[in-house]
């Protein structure tokens, strides 16, 4: 058993009373948004691209969390508590919340959480631990990790649809934003040739690379720094709306023209709200035509429409 100790502080006062409660002895100490699941909760981050004034600060009022081994007795914590407080100059210590947190196998209570899922009768993600459940489907294997992109949220989910409903065998296909290498994994097992994954994260490139080899499928993955002058047939960015917005000129153009008897690549979009769909479609309308594809737990897939590349 461990003892969880609970109190809130201000800004200007969270990070020393963390370092505080450390020198008390507690083991651990974690700073939360006290107000996080309500319509007060802050954001720290903003959005890339976004103009919003996001404070990089703690939030106004701050939950801190110390965990103290269970041999603590629970009548030295107040006092170890008061301590801390008087340390930074908190003279009148909050109320505190003293709870016991039971001993578990949290490498085994992670794992219970991401069990395989299905994309459709064609495309399954399994994570290492697992046992394909259809051994015939493909069958992508995949571990959650510091990169975006398991499979179970909707965006991926959307994107992986999309994939699987245009890939036929031997199509060109860019991953824009790729994190994890899921969608660009996705594409190479459904039998694309050659795929490039983009992203903007060097560290999220050589977990795209590891679950590449785990996957046995070849990728080429470049830094978004790196030049990119190839059209695809297949283009699919998830992403956040203001990056999608702000680099439409260079994801449209990657979108390979149509010519002769051949038609043109295809778009997909995601990361998007149903409330930014509008302005997503406006900001590529001069590029490329989108519509909305598909819609999932509020989230939106905007698709090129057939022949939708202009210049």
């Known amino acids: 058993m461990w003892l ?57 009022r701050n939950r801190v969390i110390a965990l103290f081994e269970a041999g603590t007795a629970a009548n030295e914590l107040p006092r170890r ?53 259809d051994p015939a489907a493909i069958n992508l294997k995949l571990d959650p990790g510091m990169a975006f992109g398991t499979g179970s949220h909707p965006t991926t989910r959307l994107c992986l649809e999309w994939l699987c409903d245009n890939l036929q065998g031997g199509e060109s296909v860019l991953d824009y934003g790729c994190g994890s290498g ?73 979108v390979a023209p149509g010519s002769g008897n051949k038609p043109g690549g295809r778009l997909a979009l995601s990361g998007i709200l149903e409330s930014q769909a509008e302005a997503v479609i406006a900001a590529y309308a001069p590029f490329i035509e989108l519509r909305c594809g598909a819609v999932l737990d509020g989230w939106v897939r905007l698709d090129s429409v057939a022949g939708g590349r202009r210049g």
């Open 4 to 60: 969880s100790v609970e109190l809130e502080a201000d800004a200007a006062h969270a990070d020393a009373l963390s370092d505080a409660l450390l020198e008390q002895g507690a083991i651990t100490v974690s700073v939360e948004d006290a107000q996080a699941g309500t319509i007060h909760e802050t954001a720290r981050f903003g959005e890339p691209g976004s103009t919003a004034d996001v404070s990089s600060s703690l939030w106004l």
């Open 81 to 133: 508590i008061e301590a801390a407080c008087n340390a930074v100059g908190i003279r009148q210590p909050p109320e505190i919340g003293i709870e016991e947190v039971a001993e578990q196998n949290w490498v085994q209570l992670t794992q219970s959480q991401f069990e395989p899922i299905r994309i459709n009768p064609r495309l399954w993600i399994i994570p290492s631990w697992h046992v394909a459940p």
């Open 182 to 254: 899921i969608l660009a994994i996705a594409a190479a097992k459904l039998g694309a040739s050659p795929v490039i994954g983009v992203d903007i994260d060097a560290g999220a490139l050589q977990v795209a690379a590891d679950n590449a080899t785990a996957n046995q499928v070849t990728l080429e993955l470049r830094h978004s720094q790196a030049r990119l002058e190839e059209t695809f047939d297949r283009v699919v960015a998830n992403i956040l709306t203001n990056p999608l917005c702000l680099m439409a000129p260079l994801i449209a153009a990657r």
